[in-house]
């Protein structure tokens, strides 16, 4: 694996790393961690790389790695760097023959998600996009309860994020982490909506398997002279007739990283809550509500293959984001081996989920700007 | 207290007389149970009244005690028949002295709303209408954290009312509470809107203080021949700025009273769920959360004037429904001896909080019949 | 009913008359309630009662009760006085034929006890003890679930109870409660364990159905010059093999009311906590955890029996106290009516409860008393 | 890092890899992962090691790796065999110049304990035990939270760990896992109290800085042909006068592995449990209970340096596990580069810890295999 963007002092490079990291099936041979050549030497050093691989440039990077003989370059690009400078990358990567795990959202504006889908397949390369919550085995097995009707039709579909974290003018302070992702220009034309809002389609989707058809958006800014969304909520219709609602704030005080999805169909409901995510709550009409946890009882082979160790053992985040990186490697070396890679490990998100995502900031834009038009079709 | 409505087999008369004995203030000395006087006589019998008091009717209810001397005819009249029959015996007791408890909504439309207004006001009777949930301690504590700017100016408020209990098709099973409930020409224009979300409305707007400004509506029924909304989800707008969303569900499925709101403000948030009614979580940006508990360190005198017994000492729906006949009770007898009631006791929704819902909810049926208007204001 | 003590400023008297009034089947109609004659009456003034029943002792209020005619007179008596003066009017009303209630510990000492045994089985009259923590509908739940060998043999009982409000020596600062509950002249021979010990042995044995054989405890005194236990924790052995542990403590600083219980099955376990009272965790050998609720789905009848108001609608502490007097005025209704009581209504705690929970005072206090005996028999 | 054990199919050698990798810092090199040669060469195929790394047994690998230059060879020993081969890979691991981490509990009996207690002080070589339940940073919080008086002092410590896994007797069923923890050839003269036991009293001691210096235990076998103890409970006096229980069962039927801790001081309490492990709650006399949390407010510095991750982003059992190896990777380091390790790094369970573990389970069968004897010093 080599890594663009995450040196020192940044937050999802770290991440990726360790998820990477975790199961010893993948290692992290070069990077370009700045786009200042030195620091990103001296972030290398802090993973043990030699310097000739700590490259000044993604560009450099790529162009080097590509020269080198199969089996000594990297496999792949991970992709950690703010949201507008995922696609030159990206697009370099998959131009060069490099699988790409990128960051979401996809990129910064829908023109550059349609090309990345089109070298993607034209090129036939392995492309994720770390929507990490999807990962979690309780996520798992919510969406295989679904997809076996266990719970009936779905008819109602809660998924909200809270974070208080943007609460203050934080990046007035210069905190690195609230300066790019309150910036049009890095972050796009979505603020909380892009950031976290984009997590909770996703995972509405995924673990309903249906679709948003139309979309009703109120956004807002509550801190004087930010410049993008910290606080919106969305009405949802689905393309099944389920209804629902979507919210997303970083303005919610107190509140930390609480996303958590309910959804109701005619027979039960689900309730999983990223911040206690071994749980997974089944609601049953006129039955008492279920506990599922990781690793306890019957659970689909698509959840158990997501866990590593027994119950009650808790697993987080980390490992969660680990899964995305596992399964990546796992298709990697079944690309490799030339053989087909275990139907529970080929799911990790993709190019069409960042497609999607990004379809989605242009529409709850579009909808949150307007007073007038109540329903937008997405 | 005489009442209307509430015989064998009715659910919230059963909750009224059982709040209005807890606490030895007011007892049952008459009612006008059921429109079949012979049931009528019966279920007083239940109540061990005398069969004189046991009245055919509303009507003869109302004559015959406005005859008995003071001291011995009732002082007040409870109200707990289906929504289209809360007026009219409201009415009448206003305009025959008689001070009145109401179930909650008001009553069938916005014109009969206004009249009770006028009512209230000519005759300047106590009249009371049970939005228990706001008479939960922990409610009251929030409420005055809010006024007391603890939390600073309100930013984010999110109020969900779930229930699963309509998720098939109860009114078809001569379901009693179901039959009306769903019955627009008893119910009122609308369903789980006017049976649960105008509590939640009415939640929102006492603790924060604020007055919703602007809705904007999706509301459906999911039940096939059904005949009004049994799920629902509002955006809305607060007069002061303030964001959020409503929704009130009778199909989702699994869910209890699954009643909870959280409010967000610059420095902290609170949240309050009414089925775990003696805790309220008050969330800090960067302190720790903290579980305000009934009875637990120093809350505010509103708080602990209406909680009995000690922490740790669970109070529940009845006893936050009893504090409204507590107050009521106490007002009256403060009348009675020509006296001020204290101030904490002097809190229990009026009629203008019934007028409020009415208008609540017709702004809420206006914005989701239309598919084009996005904000209806309010 | 009749009641002894409770006047005032009293905790437990007026949670006696909230219960007993709750469901409109008791009326308070006189009362000792203080050992000042005046105060006893300004307290009964409280109450609506007319002078005359408001009596200057339980003496002279059973005597002159005694002589009222049958229907006017009290139909029992109930006794909220502090465990030293439990049993004189005990005594005084079974001998002149008034069932009673009796709040717990049963008396002072098991001499005491025993006469009380002998009197109620002598006179063949009602007498309840107030372990209101046996009448929650879901502590019921669990004892139908253990007698019906829901999950198989028990083999392990943990009951704990701690408190925090003797953490500091309140006894010094004249507060009611804490002094005579750490006096050994009116609370006997135990302090945390006479006062909510008995109420986790009493818990543990109703509903596991089992008997405590032996104990090996270890009582302490944590704050200087209290002159009974304030902390206690007992190892114990029930009489089919079943092992355990339980403690209660009134130091475990920060602490509510926090008695909780979990059983373990060959198949499953058991978990209950008062202070979340309308829950009761079941637990799987390898399935998920389910939630019984007050309310949800197949309870069995002696649960359903004990709730009066839908899923959701949180009940407490006073509903399930209620629930006790309820079944008394069910018991003495039948009785008066010639009738058999529903089998469900004839379970509340009895003498026989009451000398058991002395029988474990005794044995707990010889056993912390002994540091060389390992095992009291029990 | 060269392992000793873990090798396919077991469950607690796969943690200690993951562990291990997650911060980049630790190689796995080599390793003796199977008595069975062949097998140790299939198993490290699975770690991309050499073959020739792989060795046939502990023996081997330590002796070949000796002979290797420095920077080369392994820097440390990790040993995950079952209970009874601890001791003797430690041992020539010591003896080598190898530094060591071990699994727990640190050997099979006190003889062997006290020989690696002479062997690490003779030698001064890094020994790190896996008690990894004292890596979680909210564990740390509460060491430092008692440690600097927050609570007051310590009066009563409740520690228990139910796990349910054991309910049947799964060692008949070829279950690797509860074979030999329930063989007393390979697990030594304690089961559950040696397996988790030991974790119990490790934590207890770690978080309250005080050492138990009494015990009296029930131990129980409840599976027929169980060899032995799945079930037992301990009263617990400290050095400070403060009393306790400890409980550990692996027959509480649905558990899955509940190890929680309460602590209660003068002033308030701690409760942590491992489940849930990202929340400390401080409880407070009179003072609402504080939900301290991973990342959230100001924390200890010895619990942020055990954190990676913001708020809210969930870290688990490996993350735990892995601030173990980190830190041990970070002494190592400081050796290396000849420098002192900073204060809040140099932290984890020592051969100390394993003496005290190794006394503990010595004790726990004196006092549980008697019937008489009340108190063991200890």
Redesign the interface.
């Known amino acids: 694996m080599g890594m663009v963007g995450g040196g020192r002092g940044a ?1 999802i490079g ?2 990726h ?2 998820a990477a ?4 099936q993948i290692e ?1 041979v070069c990077g370009a961690f700045s786009s200042n050549p030195a620091r990103s030497i001296e972030s290398g050093k802090d ?2 790389l030699p310097e000739d691989r700590c490259y000044p440039s993604y560009k450099v990077m790529i162009e080097t790695e590509s020269e080198l003989p199969e089996g000594e370059r990297m496999d792949f690009v991970a992709i950690v760097t703010p949201n507008h400078m995922h696609f030159p990358p990206a697009k370099m990567a998959l131009e060069s023959g490099f699988h790409v795990v990128c960051d979401k959202p996809l990129c910064f504006d829908m023109e550059e998600a349609l090309e990345l889908k089109r070298l993607v397949e034209s090129t036939g390369l392995i492309f994720a996009l770390t929507h990490n919550y999807t990962g979690y085995p309780m996520v798992k097995q919510a969406r295989m309860m679904i997809r076996n009707n266990e ?2 039709a779905v ?2 579909i ?1 998924v ?1 994020y ?4 943007l ?2 003018k934080l990046e007035a302070e210069e905190q690195k982490q609230a300066a790019w992702r309150t910036d049009p220009k890095r972050s796009g034309k979505a603020g909380a909506m892009g950031d976290i809002g984009t997590h909770a389609e996703n995972l509405a989707e995924y673990i309903s398997g249906l679709q948003i058809s139309a979309i ?1 958006a ?1 956004l ?1 800014i ?1 801190i004087d002279g930010r410049l993008l969304d910290d ?1 919106g ?1 969305i ?1 949802l ?1 689905f393309n099944n007739g389920a ?3 979507l ?1 997303a ?1 970083q ?8 996303l958590r999805i ?1 959804i ?6 689900l309730e999983w809550a ?5 749980t997974l709550l ?12 990781t ?4 659970l689909y082979p698509e959840a158990n293959a997501h866990a ?12 969660a984001f680990a899964n995305i990186y596992r399964n990546v490697a796992k298709c990697i070396q079944a690309r490799l081996a030339g053989e087909e890679v275990e139907e529970v490990y080929a799911d990790f998100p993709s190019v069409d989920d960042g497609i999607r995502g990004m379809h989605f900031i242009d529409k709850v834009v579009e909808s949150g700007n ?6 937008v079709e997405m």
């Open positions: 937050f770290a991440v790393r360790m990291a975790l199961d010893g992290l993973f043990y719970i009936g008819r109602r809660v909200e809270p974070q208080g974290w609460s203050t009703c109120d807002h509550h606080d909520s009405l219709r209804r629902g609602v919210y704030s303005i919610s005080a107190g509140e930390e990283n609480a309910r109701y169909g005619e027979k039960g409901g990223q911040m206690e995510p071994n089944v609601k049953w009409l006129d039955k008492p509500t279920q506990m599922y946890r690793g306890v009882g019957e590593r160790i027994p119950a009650g053992h808790p697993e987080g985040y980390l490992e307007s007073n007038d038009v109540k329903w």
